[in-house]
Every structure is written in C-alpha cells, then in structure tokens.
C-alpha cells in the first residue's frame, strides 16, 4: 500500500507549533484533493487545512486537542487508487510525500499542504464549503442561496462532494423546485437548568489574554471628532454601479478612511511607532491593521505598505484580507508586524466607540456608523451624513494634543475628498 504522511503545515514563519481543533473527516473517509480536512489553531490564528493528496486517511495520529511541532506527521493517508491494507510495520516509514509528485506528473504535492489561494472556499451562514464543492457548484451553475438549501452530511451539516452530486443527479430526474426547497437540517444547542456553560475556544482565550494585556501595557486614553461623510458618501454613489461591475465587490466608506489614515500618519510618525523598553521605535513603513469580526471572535489581518497603494489599490486589499479572514485563509504572518489598526464597528450600526490599543502598537482608530444628522454649516441647519472617528491613543508616548491634531487630520482629509472623482 502506498501511503504518505500528512504533517502539521508550517504557516507562518514563526510558528513552531499548532493545536488540532478538529478533525473534519474520520479514519477510512475517502477524501480529493484539496477538501478540508482538519481545524487548526495558532497563537495567531486558526485555519482549515485540505488534504495534501485525494486518497484515503488510514490513520489518524494527532487527536483533537493535541499539540504538535511544524512538520511532524498528524495522519497517515493512502494515495488514490491503492488498496486499503495493513499500515505499514512498526519502524517501517510510510513514503514521504515528496514521492508522490513522481507518481503523478504534474500534480506535484507538497509535504505541507497549503491554502488554496485561487480555489477559494467560501463560508455562509454556519456552514463552510470546500474548494472541491464550490468548484462543481460554479460548474453547474448553482448559487450560494440554492447550496445552502443543500442537506449536508458533514461534520456540522456541512456539504460534501457526495453531497453535491446526490444534489445534482436529483436535479435531472426531480422537478426544480421540489429538490430546492430541502430544508437544512437544524442545529440543535442543548442547555442544562437555567445557566448554559460554554467553554472558551482558542480564539477567544487568546483575545483576552491579548486584551488584558494591552489595557496592563498601556496608558489608554480617548479621543473622538465627528466627520462630515458627503464628498465620500457622493463619491460611492458616483461609482457604486460600474465599482460594483468591475471588481465584483461594492465600495464602501473603508478604503477612503485607511487613505487619510495612512496619509495622517506621515504627518505625525510617533502614532506609527511602538514602545521597546526605553526606547521609541518609529516604523517608516505602514501596515494597517483591519479588525474583521469572526463568528467567534476577532482578527486583525494586515495592509502591508498601505502608503504604497492608491484608493483602489487600498478597496481591493480589504475586500480581500476581510474574506480570507472569514473563511480562515489567512496566514499567522498576515496578523503580525501591523503599525497602525482600524476597528470599524459602525458595519453593525454602532454610534460611537473606543477600542482597546493592538499591542505593540500606540494607537488605534475607532470608526463609527455614518449617519444622517442636522448640523450647523455657514450659520445654517443642513442634514449630513456624519461619522463619528474615535482615536485610542497609549498616553506612555502619545499626548493630548498630538492624538487630537492627529484626529483632526483624518476628519480634514475624509471631508475634503473630491466629489467628482472616479474610483
């Protein structure tokens, strides 16, 4: 029997280890290459690896919970084809997977899988689909609102290979909307007398742990402005239609805010900077930090060399760190070496708010809902579209009056933005 040795994938260059969160197929599952297979979890962040070849997992060896080193073998995996026999006799090696690349010209594989960047898996509602099921759903034409009506027989009511082609043979033979209307099999939450204990995951321990650290660390004081949004409110409506048929993603008020974000920044460097004992390391380059909001926590990937991209540059790098994010693509390395984050709680409607400083970093901004309100403008009462920025700033190296002039810039830049301009 041809077997090989799936190991824990090395994703990041300082991660020396992972946690198996869960394993999302059992020994004796057949599995294509490039499905998940597994949920790991890092100091930095959690991700859903694929199998590095299709075959059959004949052994699981790192069960849920453990804690294994970058590189040492998790799960032994027959190649596709291969009869299923008696693992290999103690002291006897399985083939490393490099072996495999002969054995499949073209295909190589490598020994420690990695995301797929193009075949991208997608997340809606509480199920996650795997590259192998988005692509045959985009093969025959079927929607992220018909999949979801799909009954999955996963781990979760997730939705298989099997699972996809039942769906699609049954759609030959049975009238359309018929097979559409399967409901999803319900998720059922159990509870115990009047108090439900739920355990934290990882991610959540580790945001605490980060968080009480950060208000431990520094000095945090608060800071807000209010901003007039019409010149990039008009500037949205100007371009949403072509925007939207060009890039595939609709522009929002973001990438205007880390532009002026970034171009304040330049203006005021110790806000770029971050505190190593004694002294002050001024970043010359900026790397800003998105918060994305997860179904069971928070994540800050990064835009690295933010000052290097335009506005459209910017839209596109957020659309695209906000969806890894949220369909666990992202490496351990996107989530590092940040200079300066943006917590946009206003996607959710909140008003105003003020976030906890990122460590290391100095400071960070707060982005609240944009809404209509009536103001004053040349002695006159006018209805605007105004946002509420609020900074937190690490008073160890930021005062009052840098972080307010700082602030103030920001405003200056989003309400000066050109009303006419095409994006």
Do not use: C
């Not at 595939?248 to 330049?266: C, D, H, Q």
């Amino acid at each position: 029997m041809k077997t090989i040795e799936m190991v824990m994938p090395k994703l990041g260059e300082s991660i020396t280890e992972g946690t198996i969160l869960k394993w999302l197929k059992k020994e004796g599952d057949t599995v294509e290459k490039d499905e998940l297979i597994l949920e790991i979890s890092t100091d930095k962040v959690d991700s859903e690896i694929p199998t590095p070849i299709p075959g059959t997992i004949v052994k699981i060896l790192a069960k849920e919970g453990d804690v294994v080193e970058v590189g040492k073998p998790i799960a032994i995996i027959a190649a596709e084809g291969e009869a299923i026999g008696e693992l290999p006799a103690e002291g006897e090696q399985p083939a490393p997977t490099q072996e495999v690349t002969t054995a499949a010209p073209g295909n190589a594989v490598a020994a420690t899988p990695e995301i797929p960047e193009k075949k991208e898996s997608r997340k809606s509602g509480k199920r996650f689909y795997s590259p192998v099921v988005m692509n045959i759903a985009s093969e025959h034409g079927i929607g992220m609102d018909e999949l979801e009506r799909i009954d999955g027989s996963g781990v979760n009511g997730r939705v298989t290979k099997k699972d996809i082609l039942k769906y699609i043979e049954q759609k030959k033979v049975q009238p359309a909307a018929s097979v559409a209307t399967q409901p999803v099999s319900p998720q059922t939450v159990m509870s115990s007398g009047p108090v439900e204990e739920i355990p934290m995951d990882n991610m959540r321990k580790r945001i605490a742990e980060h968080m009480i650290q950060s208000k431990l660390t520094s000095a945090h004081v608060y800071l807000y402005t209010e901003t007039d949004m019409k010149n990039v409110e008009t500037i949205i409506a100007r371009n949403k239609t072509a925007f939207k048929q060009r890039e595939g993603f609709s522009l929002t008020y973001t990438p205007f805010i880390v532009e002026a974000t970034v171009r304040a920044l330049k203006e005021f460097p110790l806000l770029n900077a971050s505190i190593d004992g004694d002294r002050i390391l001024a970043k010359k380059y900026y790397n800003i930090g998105i918060a994305v909001a997860l179904e069971n926590g928070l994540i800050v990937p990064n835009i690295f060399q933010a000052d290097s991209k335009n506005l459209l540059g910017i839209a596109r790098a957020v659309y695209d760190v906000a969806t890894r994010a949220r369909t666990k693509r992202l490496s351990p390395d996107e989530i590092q070496n940040g200079t300066f984050s943006i917590s946009n709680f206003g996607v959710f409607g909140t008003t105003a708010g003020f976030p906890i400083i990122n460590q290391p970093q100095v400071a960070i901004l707060g982005v609240g809902a944009v809404k209509k309100r009536p103001v004053v403008i040349n002695d006159a009462i006018a209805i605007r579209p105004i946002m509420y920025l609020s900074l937190t700033i690490d008073h160890r190296l930021i005062d009052g009056a840098m972080g307010s002039q700082f602030l103030e810039k920001i405003r200056e830049y989003l309400e000066n933005y050109d009303p006419e301009m095409t994006v």
